[in-house]
């Protein structure tokens, strides 16, 4: 039984076959490099988690990716799922789908509290400016007004 685990899973097509493909690494340099041997239709992800092949391919069946197992160089094989592997599939599928589920509220929540911050900022610029654009209108006059209030005035 074969227990090396993969990053990355997906399917390209290359002389009209499409097959399921498998790697660790990058997705974009595998792309590139089954790009460059003739490979057409590349789609390949990131696995959740490390896989074996057949974790991989029922977790790609479970999201309705459908290709065959590549055999050697010029023949294919046709996968078929036990009900375990399709259990685990589905399990598979579920935590993925939970885990973006709270990447995208972690991001929202993000995005919102940066926003109150940066309003908060641009209501005290905002303050600010009035209150350089009154001494300004006002001159002196404010100024000796201020210092008056505060004791540093004298006369």
């Known amino acids: 039984m074969n227990t090396k685990l993969f990053t990355i899973a997906g399917t390209s097509t290359l002389n009209g076959e499409n097959t399921f ?15 460059r041997t003739g490979h057409s239709n590349i789609a ?3 696995l959740p988690q490390p896989m074996t092949k057949q974790d991989a391919i029922a977790f790609l069946q479970s999201k309705g990716v459908q290709a065959v197992m590549p055999v050697g160089r010029r023949s294919v094989q046709a996968v078929e799922m036990t009900e375990e592997q399709i259990a685990a599939a589905a399990e598979a599928a579920k935590k993925a789908a939970f885990v973006a589920r709270m990447a995208a509220a972690r991001a929202a929540k993000a995005a919102e509290r ?3 911050e940066d309003a908060d900022f641009w209501a005290a610029q905002a303050g600010a400016a009035g209150l350089i654009a009154a001494v300004d209108e006002h001159g002196v006059e404010a100024e000796r007004e201020l210092a008056h209030e505060d004791g540093s005035y004298e006369g």
């Open 21 to 35: 493909r498998f790697a660790t690494g990058k997705v974009s340099v595998r792309e590139y490099k089954l790009g």
């Open 44 to 46: 390949l992800q990131e």
């Open 114 to 116: 940066q926003a109150k």
